[in-house]
Structures are given as structure tokens and as C-alpha cells.
């Protein structure tokens, strides 16, 4: 089959990535998964994900990432180990959307991260501890400020 380029307007960049790093850990090529979702999209084979899903997957019943705790504005949250395991635990993993003010707390590791699907932050600050600044780095999708503290 011959190699084309092909662009996709709209396309969501988290899923991309995702898809990515599945094909990078399974040894595919990203082309592969993709026309693998659209042959079984043609075929009937998949029903279409919602426009708001971004993961297809679900954890304890619970579509991932249907629950978005939202800090806007002036807001300020601060977030501990437990606050972050009781939330996934009760929600499944879940996105946080930034526009304020967030503050993790130094208990929080990477083990506790895995509860956290992504964290976008729009504008506004959110700060991390230091050792675990690089596994924020990887949750997170950057339009404010990420301060390591």
C-alpha cells in the first residue's frame, strides 16, 4: 500500500497520543490502530464515541473521563493524596480543568496520579511538588503556569 500524509482537522491530540504510545508499546505504527478503528467503523464492528469521550475505556462501571472537577476563575482548591483517591475512587479517573488557582499537596505521588486521567490548565497556576513535577508534566496540557514548589 502506498504511503500518503494524510491530515485530520480536529482531531483530538490527546487520543492521538494515546494511540501512540499503544502503538509504540504493541511495536505497531499509529497507521495500523487507525485503520484498524476505521475498517471496524465501516464494518459496523464499533459504535462512534461522543464528541466529549475521549477515552473508549471505563473503569468500575464509570465511563473514564466523565467527571471534570473544574477550578475557574479566582478559584483556589488544594489537593491531597486522599483527596485525589477518594475522588477517583468514587468518580473513576477523572480530568481536572484549571483556570484558578490548584495546589497539590507534597503527599501526592505518582502512584496517586494514575486516579487523575489529565489535568488542562487554562490559565491560572497549579502547583506541584517537586518530585513528582515530570509525571505532572506528562497529565498535563499547559496554558497557564506549572510551578514546581
Known amino acids: ?9 480536529g482531531l483530538d491530540t490527546g487520543l492521538y497520543n494515546e494511540v501512540f504510545s499503544m502503538a509504540k508499546k504493541d511495536g ?18 464499533a459504535a462512534p464515541a461522543k464528541p ?10 464509570q465511563p473514564a473521563g ?8 479566582e478559584g483556589e482548591v488544594t489537593l491531597s493524596k486522599n483527596d485525589v483517591l477518594d475522588i477517583s475512587r468514587d ?8 483556570s484558578g488557582t490548584l495546589t497539590f499537596e507534597k503527599d501526592v505521588d505518582a502512584e496517586t496520579l494514575r ?23 506528562i497529565k498535563c496540557q499547559i496554558k497557564g503556569k506549572l510551578d514546581k514548589y
Not at 486516579?115 to 508534566?137: C, N, W
Open 115 to 137: 486516579g487523575i486521567e489529565k489535568i488542562v490548565i487554562l490559565s491560572g497556576e497549579v502547583r506541584v511538588p517537586k518530585k513528582t513535577y515530570p509525571q505532572f508534566l
Open 91 to 98: 468518580m473513576g479517573p477523572f480530568k481536572i480543568e484549571s
Open 66 to 73: 466523565s467527571f471534570v472537577l473544574t477550578v475557574e476563575d
Open 52 to 61: 466529549e469521550e475521549s477515552v473508549a475505556s471505563s473503569v468500575g462501571g
Open 1 to 9: 500500500m502506498t504511503r500518503k500524509t494524510v491530515a485530520i482537522r
Open 28 to 45: 505497531k505504527r499509529v497507521s495500523d490502530l487507525v485503520n484498524s478503528a476505521l475498517k471496524a467503523y465501516i464494518d459496523g464492528d
